[in-house]
């Protein structure tokens, strides 16, 4: 069992950036690939990226490449997502979620989530 608890989401004018935090507690932390994803309102919930236990495996959703970075504190039990060149379209809510095994982008795919936290990007 992992509980995933989110924080640093905000209000951010398009152009500037935010960093988004998940704090685990429970074991095995660095056993878990970890991703973000994010829903708007009337959406499906959408992968952004994920990050093996290494730090090695960094897979970004296109929409999110060269802007947005995914990392992992192992010993801290910390997975980050530093964002910039926010844009309007990045308004959503962020989800960190933790799974057991190997790459997934299919939110289904995976057993534990955050509650969330607001980004939004005004214009």
């Known amino acids: 069992q992992v509980q995933l608890v989110e924080s640093g989401g905000g209000l951010v004018q398009a152009g500037g950036s935010l960093r988004l935090s998940c704090a685990a507690s429970?074991?095995?932390?660095?056993?878990?690939?970890m991703s973000w994803f994010r829903q708007s309102p009337g959406k499906e919930r959408e992968f952004v990226a994920a990050?093996?236990?290494?730090?090695?495996?960094?897979p970004y959703a296109d929409s999110v490449k060269g802007r947005f970075t995914i990392s992992r504190d192992n010993g801290k039990n910390t997975v980050f997502l530093q964002m910039n060149s926010l844009k309007p379209e990045d308004t959503a809510v962020y989800y960190c979620?933790?799974?057991?095994?190997?790459?997934?982008?299919?939110?289904?795919?995976?057993?534990?989530w955050g509650q969330g936290t607001q980004v939004t990007v005004s214009s």
């Open positions: 990050i093996n236990w290494s730090g090695y495996s960094t």
């Open positions: 429970g074991r095995s932390f660095s056993s878990y690939y």
């Open positions: 979620a933790a799974r057991y095994g190997g790459i997934a982008v299919l939110a289904t795919s995976y057993n534990y």
